[in-house]
């Protein structure tokens, strides 16, 4: 607990160890205000999740990473648990640096639209494949996927389980808005945004009816947006949200058209 930052990597002679430790949590207003917006715009996947922080959240992200390790998808290994801290192993080989999916789609934009739609495809079936095992993301952004040396798209940060607290259909839908949210700009600055349409819609129609109308009304719910200006004045977060609308709206008019 004395480390000054809550998690923290260890390099050691063989191996490189990570310790996280528990922390704050977030102010209970976060989620009233969230939960009030959620109930006004009648969006389910904008309900809040609580990380209570401390000993809890501890407790729910070491369950967590052992549930993932044991429907086989790649986590880092759990090592040691105490009440307010554990230790995890590094997801990348020793003396190697295992980076976050975004940083490596971000980087491949200078090598063209297929290196980064390849990469791109790659989170979005790891999701897929998440999902086809019983589980869901905490939050399925792009920083919070690995890539690891074998090729492999591993999974970090999971200090709090949507699962617990909302319906399954909510949950992998909120899964595809978040990867959606935090990857469309890079596409759409490769030029891939045509291309990761196509694979988008098909990624859509694979979810189960229940999430795939919880996506299409999201979708519809937020299609105002569209009319914001593409302006970098406006600033990054808005051009990811306009970039992520055009990937969002790719869903098969068939799908579009279910009440």
Avoid at 33 to 52: H, I, K
């Amino acid at each position: 607990m004395a480390q000054p930052h809550g998690i923290m990597r260890y390099d050691l002679e063989s191996e490189t160890l990570w310790v996280k430790r528990a922390n704050a949590g977030n102010p209970g207003w976060h989620y009233r205000l969230l939960d009030v917006l959620a109930g006004l715009l009648r969006l389910p996947v904008l309900e809040p999740v609580p990380n209570p922080g401390g000993a809890e959240t501890i407790r729910t992200e070491v369950r967590r990473l052992r549930n993932f390790a044991a429907a086989g998808l790649r986590v880092p290994q759990v090592l040691a648990v105490a009440e307010t801290a554990f230790v995890m192993r590094h997801l990348g080989r020793p003396g190697q640096e295992a980076p976050s999916l975004s940083n490596a789609i971000e980087h491949a934009i200078a090598q063209g639209s297929e290196a980064v739609l390849a990469l791109w495809r790659q989170g979005l079936l790891a999701i897929a494949e998440v999902h086809t095992r019983g589980e869901v993301l905490s939050q399925a952004a792009a920083r919070n996927m690995v890539c690891c040396a074998d090729g492999v798209i591993g999974f970090i940060d999971f200090e709090d389980d949507p699962a617990a607290h909302l319906p399954r259909a909510v949950c992998m839908a909120r899964d595809a808005l978040n990867y959606a949210q935090s990857t469309a700009l890079f596409l759409q600055q490769a030029g891939a945004m045509k291309q990761a349409q196509t694979h988008w819609a098909a990624f859509v129609q694979r979810l189960p009816d229940d999430a795939q109308q919880v996506l299409v009304r999201t979708v519809r719910k937020l299609s105002c947006v569209r009319f914001l200006p593409r302006s970098r004045r406006l600033g990054r977060d808005t051009l990811r949200v306009l970039a992520a609308h055009d990937l969002l709206a790719a869903a098969p008019v068939q799908l579009l058209a279910k009440p």
